[in-house]
């Protein structure tokens, strides 16, 4: 009888494993069924631990080998992005001639990576502006709608994720106004969605405020909106470089900007969309960062990004020192590497982390 009852006991233990995990699997599978779209879009997006890298425009016309050398790097560093510059410039230099040789190398080379690209659409050819400037806005909007449709076609399958333009609050990179910039917004949105149904929309990287070069990041914001650029994008991008003299109370400084950018943006019903960091770094030249406090602070960032809710990328410039030049600030932004190709302090600290 113990026998009997010991074999009835299995045979009914097996039956509820084999109907639970049947259940289950139907579960999941309705799970998937129903969550489908929203899991592609979720895995198109970067979560809060994902970062990754930019060399600005010298990206275009570095040679493979050093293309191949800081790309390699980023990947071993951990990075999983590649932010470049997908300049209306250099790829339609003369109206309706587009050449994107350039970009297509650099596109290709972070792909076989396995990084992916956010592409910043911007810098005005000098056709479309009678200014000549490629800081300045095009003289229809349009035009550059044009290109942004064309390159979402060209690099469809390819990027899917667009900032656009770079600083565009920053004197240096944008001489139009935040009303000019909205237009733009609206165009690379509705050009680029047209192509990419689930295109992520960058609002350009906004610059940290400096008197008489470039406006305070809430303030620019608002402006956007008031011009109607709210329903044009889906992520608000920032620049929150901080000074090395006077590190402590000017990183209150700068992310206390951050905070006002997002006041705004929940005053108008946008608390869901989340702040990208889509470039930052620490300049290990004379006067500014040592190598093991650029690392502290790129580090403390990340675990910033982990913790906070409403943040999500985190891209730092640039990947390798551009000339062994200490005096020079924008010569030793490099995150990763010297000039000469030694690993830097937050290279390894970045490294031990994977």
């Not at 309706?96 to 972070?110: N, P």
């Not at 990041?217 to 991008?237: K, M, N, R, T």
Request: glycine share 8%.
């Amino acid at each position: 009888m113990e026998g009997e009852r010991t074999r009835r006991c299995s045979i009914v233990g097996t039956l509820v494993v084999l109907v639970l995990l049947l259940t289950s699997g139907g579960a999941a599978a309705g799970d998937r069924t129903t969550t489908g779209a929203r899991a592609e879009r979720a895995a198109a997006e970067p979560r809060a631990k994902a970062y990754g890298f930019t060399a600005g425009a010298p990206v275009l016309t570095m040679s493979d080998a050093v293309l191949a050398t800081q790309l390699d790097a980023s990947v071993e560093a951990g990075g999983r992005w590649l932010r470049m510059p997908m300049s209306w410039l250099v790829a339609e230099p003369e109206r309706g001639e587009l050449d994107w040789s350039r970009l297509d190398r650099v596109v290709d080379a972070a792909r076989d990576r396995g990084l992916k690209v956010l592409g910043v659409l911007g810098s005005t050819p000098a056709w479309a502006s009678a200014s000549g400037s490629p800081t300045s806005p095009p003289d229809d909007p349009e035009d550059f709608g044009a290109f942004a449709t064309a390159a979402a076609r060209h690099f469809k399958g390819r990027v899917r994720n667009w900032e656009v333009w770079n600083e565009p609050n920053f004197r240096s990179f944008f001489t139009g106004s935040a009303t000019d910039y909205a237009a733009l917004l609206e165009q690379a949105h509705d050009a680029v969605t047209s192509v990419q149904r689930r295109a992520t929309i960058v609002l350009g990287g906004l610059a940290r405020s400096q008197f008489g070069r470039s406006q305070a990041p809430a303030s620019f914001l608002a402006e956007v909106y008031a011009a109607g650029g709210g329903p044009h994008f889906d992520v608000l991008g920032v620049h929150p470089y901080v000074q090395a003299a006077w590190a402590e109370a000017d990183e209150v400084t700068v992310w206390n900007e951050v905070q006002d950018a997002r006041r705004v943006m929940r005053q108008q019903g946008d608390r869901q969309r989340k702040v990208w960091v889509t470039e930052v770094g620490w300049s290990t030249w004379l006067a500014g960062w040592t190598q093991q406090r650029a690392a502290d602070q790129a580090t403390a960032l990340l675990a910033r990004a982990e913790s906070t809710r409403w943040m999500g990328l985190t891209i730092m410039y640039s990947i390798q020192d551009r000339r062994a030049n200490i005096t020079a600030v924008h010569d030793n932004y490099g995150s990763l590497l010297t000039a000469s190709g030694d690993r830097k302090v937050l290279f390894d600290r970045l490294a031990s982390r994977r």
